[in-house]
C-alpha cells in the first residue's frame, strides 16, 4: 500500500509542478511524466484502486493521467531515431527468424559453428522462451514462424504508412 501512495504522490506532484526532488525535475524524466501518470491511472483502473475516485477532482486526475498518456509530447526527432533504429532491427529479426525456419529443416547442422551461429545465437532467446509456450508439435516448430509475425506485426503497426512513430514524426498524431 505504501508505493501505491508513494505514486499517487508523485503522480500529484508532477501534475501539479511541486516536485522537490533535483532528479525528478530533470527533463528527461519531465517528457516521461505523461506515460507515468496514464501508468499510474492504468494500474489504478487494473487493480480497482479507482473506488477511492469518489470526488470529481478525483475522477479529473484519473481522466488527465489517460489524456496525458494519449497525448504525450514526443519530439519528431527523436522518433525519427527510433524509426531508423527500429526498422532495421526488425528487418534483421525477420530475416533471422526465416533463416532458421530454413535451419529447422536440415536438423544435422551445426548450429554452434560459425555461418549458422549468426542466425543461431540472436534468436535462440526468443525461440526458447516461446518454445515453453508453445512447444513443438509433431515435430515442427512454430516459434519462428510467431516471432516473424510479431516482428511484422510491430514493423507495420509502428513503422508502415500510418504508423504511430511516422505520424508522430510527421507531427500528425
Given amino acids: 500500500m505504501g508505493d501505491r501512495s508513494f505514486l ?3 503522480f500529484k506532484e508532477t ?3 511541486t516536485v522537490k526532488n533535483k532528479e525528478l525535475k530533470s527533463d528527461s524524466f519531465q517528457r516521461l511524466i505523461p506515460f507515468l501518470g496514464g501508468g ?3 494500474s489504478g483502473l487494473l487493480f480497482s484502486d479507482t473506488a477511492n475516485a469518489t470526488t ?8 488527465g493521467g489517460i489524456h496525458g498518456l494519449m497525448l504525450a509530447e514526443l519530439d519528431p526527432s527523436t522518433t525519427k ?3 531508423n533504429i527500429l526498422g532495421p532491427m526488425f528487418a534483421s529479426f525477420n530475416i533471422l527468424f526465416i533463416v532458421r525456419i530454413v535451419m ?3 536438423p544435422q547442422l551445426p548450429v554452434g559453428k560459425f ?11 526468443f525461440l526458447s522462451a516461446t518454445r515453453k509456450a508453445i512447444p513443438p508439435v509433431a515435430g515442427v516448430d512454430v516459434s519462428p514462424v510467431v516471432w516473424v509475425a510479431i516482428f511484422s506485426f510491430l514493423n507495420e503497426i509502428l513503422l ?6 511516422v505520424l508522430i514524426s510527421q507531427q500528425q498524431l
Avoid: C, F
Fill in 8 to 10: 499517487r504522490t508523485l
Fill in 15 to 17: 501534475r501539479k509542478g
Fill in 40 to 42: 499510474i491511472v492504468l
Fill in 56 to 63: 470529481l477532482s478525483d475522477m479529473h486526475n484519473l481522466a
Fill in 81 to 83: 531515431i527510433a524509426i
Fill in 104 to 106: 529447422s529443416w536440415y
Fill in 115 to 125: 555461418p549458422y551461429v549468426i542466425a543461431y545465437a540472436p534468436t535462440e532467446l
Fill in 160 to 165: 508502415g504508412q500510418q504508423g504511430l512513430l
